[in-house]
Nanobody
Framework: QVQLAESGGGLVQPGGSLRLSCAAS?????????????ISWYHQALENPRELVAA???????EYADSVKGRFTISRDKTNNTAYLQMDSLNTEDTGVYYC??????WGQGTQVTVSS
């Protein structure tokens, strides 16, 4: 069974940056999985619904929520087992839990990001 583990969250001041990582594990089934199925990052603030912030598809194309365009960058490494979300110019509205997701397959447990002065 493929599992996802996020890391890199924490406390940052407004205007700062964080880089989230998402690692896939689960033996041979996880090998290159991000290239096969793509990877998405979702954001959940407090009790709000989870919202898609960024996605990279199997063909390498990317999609971003309007609220993060120009500030966030999604990528995956050459092994296609680790994905990243580079977050720059963070603001307080970016606070929340960030989940990496293989659509239709599995979710990670999330990593907390807090933007506060």
């Amino acid at each position: 069974q493929v599992q996802l583990a996020e890391s890199g969250g924490g406390l940052v001041q407004p205007g700062g940056s964080l880089r989230l990582s998402c690692a896939a594990s689960g033996g041979r089934r996880s090998e290159g999985i991000f290239r096969l199925y793509g990877i998405s990052w979702y954001h959940q603030a407090l009790e709000n619904p989870r919202e898609l912030v960024a996605a990279i598809y199997s063909d390498g194309s990317t999609e971003y929520a309007d609220s993060v365009k120009g500030r966030f960058t999604i990528s995956r490494d050459k092994t296609n087992n680790t994905a990243y979300l580079q977050m720059d110019s963070l603001n307080t509205e970016d606070t929340g839990v960030y989940y990496c997701v293989i659509p239709g397959i599995t979710w990670g447990q999330g990593t907390q990001v807090t933007v506060s002065s």
